[in-house]
């Protein structure tokens, strides 16, 4: 039984990260796939696609992506910072920068699931999921 579906998804991709694989298959949910458009907008993955063939609510396969030349994965650290247990919010105007701006914060708002700076863009807090750098 998996208690943190969310969690389940930035532990997958880590490890696929740490393994060096280049391609990544994660259960689907509909926060997960807004969270790997996130990803792909912000240039954190390669590329992705949803698979509907395979469990109720289908696949998600994420192409990882890495530095050309010195083969380093762009995704350095990629940390759960709301959890079942305790739940983080913050308003807009305390949405964190991650490392000065380099690095992006997503978080779950009553408009959807976007990044930090998209929340204060439209003076809308919420839950912040993670931090992604």
């Given at each position: ?6 969690a389940d998804y930035l532990t997958r991709v880590r490890n696929a ?77 305390e949405l964190p920068r991650i490392l000065n701006g380099l690095g992006i914060a997503i978080v779950s708002t009553s408009h959807g699931v ?20």
């Amino acid at each position: 039984m998996n208690i943190d579906p969310i969690a389940d998804y930035l532990t997958r991709v880590r490890n696929a990260v740490n393994a060096g694989h280049r391609v990544v298959d994660i259960p689907a949910s509909n926060v997960k796939k807004e969270i790997t458009k996130i990803l792909f907008d912000q240039g954190f993955v390669l590329s992705y696609k949803f698979e509907d063939d395979k469990g109720p609510q289908g696949t998600i396969k994420i192409a990882l992506k890495y530095d050309k030349l010195t083969k380093d994965p762009v995704i350095k650290k990629i940390q759960r910072i709301s959890k079942p247990g305790l739940r983080k919010y913050s308003s807009s105007s305390e949405l964190p920068r991650i490392l000065n701006g380099l690095g992006i914060a997503i978080v779950s708002t009553s408009h959807g699931v976007m990044t930090g700076r998209q929340a204060q863009a439209q003076n809308v807090g919420g839950e912040v999921l993670c931090y992604v750098y």
